[in-house]
């Protein structure tokens, strides 16, 4: 019994031991989470950019792709280090309420309307994205939403605003929203020969277009401004504070603002460094 017995805490002083030694290697092991939005996830911007920092830093960056309003909702619970998204009313909001720390302007690129080559609802070529909606509730023609409460789904039901329209009325009919990121909901679109209001980065990266083609394009109302924050560690104390802000600086520095505007598609930009420091 006496054997046994040591050999038992032989084993468990062992694993102790083992715990010891890995501690400091996971404490060296660097990471944020950056709660961000699908676009720059299914964009394919994430996979260009954070190599980069992740080797001059050695910090490793955790991407939560969500929707924005779910992305600043990840913020104000704490469930993140930096939100990096594209509602600037939203955003103005979150940093207003105490929730970031400071605001900071990224990149930006734009929205397009794109539907099927029929054009039922006679809209291609336009460049006044409000006629374009009005004519597509007029006609009940297919329409897909992301429903999700993103920057995107926030965009569009201003527009449908602005066009005087609601939408809520043509729900389950000509009016169908997925509750789901940018690259689902085209997919819906593409198989539905519908009318989607996408970012142009998405768009670009996007393979299964069917006979979906970009119509409407242009207007100024289309601008898409992306933001990033520092979630404040005044609200949650585990906010890796130093860390998430050395990701922020360098988002905005001339190094990665530069390696921002080198992701492309073949000869098309997808996003367009804007900061100011």
């Given at each position: 019994m006496a054997l046994k017995t040591n050999a038992i805490r032989g084993v468990l002083l062992g694993l102790a031991m083992l715990g010891m030694l890995a501690a400091p290697a996971s404490a060296q092991q660097?990471?944020?989470?950056?709660a961000s939005t699908t676009s720059t996830e299914q964009s394919g911007l994430f996979k260009h950019l954070l190599p980069v920092f992740e080797k001059k830093t050695g910090i490793q960056v955790r991407v939560v792709?969500?929707?924005t309003g779910q992305a600043l909702d990840?913020?104000?619970?704490?469930?993140?280090d930096v939100v990096f998204v594209h509602d600037k009313v939203a955003e103005e909001k979150f940093v207003a309420e105490g929730f970031g720390v400071q605001r900071f302007e990224v990149m930006y690129n734009d929205f397009v309307l794109v539907g099927p080559?029929?054009?039922p609802a006679k809209v291609a070529g336009g460049k006044d994205i409000v006629d374009a909606y009005k004519k597509i509730a007029a006609a009940g023609a297919p329409f897909v939403s992301r429903g999700d409460k993103s920057g995107t789904h926030a965009a569009e039901l201003r527009l449908w605003k602005a066009a005087g329209v609601?939408?809520?009325?043509?729900?389950?009919?000509?009016y169908r929203e997925?509750?789901?990121g940018m690259g689902p909901t085209l997919n819906t679109a593409s198989g539905m020969n519908a009318y989607a209001f996408t970012d142009r980065g998405t768009w670009l990266s996007f393979k299964n277009r069917g006979d979906l083609v970009i119509v409407v394009e242009g207007d100024q109302r289309l601008f898409n401004q992306y933001g990033v924050m520092l979630v404040n560690p005044a609200k949650h104390a585990h906010v890796k504070k130093d860390q998430g802000q050395a990701f922020i600086d360098w988002v905005i520095s001339p190094e990665g603002q530069k390696t921002i505007a080198g992701y492309k598609i073949g000869a098309d930009q997808l996003f367009f460094p804007n900061a100011k420091r």
């Open positions: 660097k990471f944020i989470t950056v792709a969500l929707g990840m913020g104000r619970r704490g469930d993140a080559k029929a054009d609601d939408p809520s009325g043509g729900k389950g009919g000509w997925t509750g789901s």
